[in-house]
């Protein structure tokens, strides 16, 4: 029996993530979804610190520029969820009545 190589289950591993992650994300609820955003910018900034250290730890010019990549997909990640969760937010605010004051 061959052994198979760490790039192929590495790669099966990404598929599966995806598939799961996908399902995961299509089926929440909408009363669920401004909770659900919090704590996904969690763990997008725990993947940013994971992904500096990858970046400055490795020693090849492809791992760097990976580990510098993924730190920028993470980076609009967390900042476009921020976005999307202060929009969500003010849609739950009451809405203050304008007095117009007639000179």
Same mark, same amino acid.
């Given at each position: 029996m061959?052994?198979?190589s ?7 591993i ?8 996908? @399902? ?5 609820t909408p009363?669920? @979804?401004?909770?659900? +955003?919090a ?8 993947v940013?610190?994971?992904? +500096?250290l990858?970046?400055?730890l490795?020693? %090849? @010019? ?5 580990? %510098? ?10 900042f476009?969820?921020f976005?999307v %969760?202060?929009? +969500?937010?003010? +849609?739950f605010r009451k ?5 117009e004051?007639?000179?």
């Amino acid at each position: 029996m061959d052994a198979v190589s760490p790039g192929i289950i590495n790669l099966i591993i990404f598929v599966l993530a995806i598939y799961v992650g996908y @399902h995961v994300v299509w089926n929440v609820t909408p009363a669920l @979804h401004t909770p659900l +955003m919090a704590v996904t910018n969690a763990i997008s900034a725990i993947v940013i610190v994971g992904a +500096m250290l990858a970046a400055a730890l490795t020693e %090849t @010019h492809l791992g760097k520029a990976m580990g %510098t990549l993924a730190v920028a997909l993470a980076a609009v990640n967390v900042f476009g969820g921020f976005l999307v %969760t202060r929009r +969500m937010l003010e +849609m739950f605010r009451k809405k203050e009545k304008r007095v117009e004051v007639k000179p």
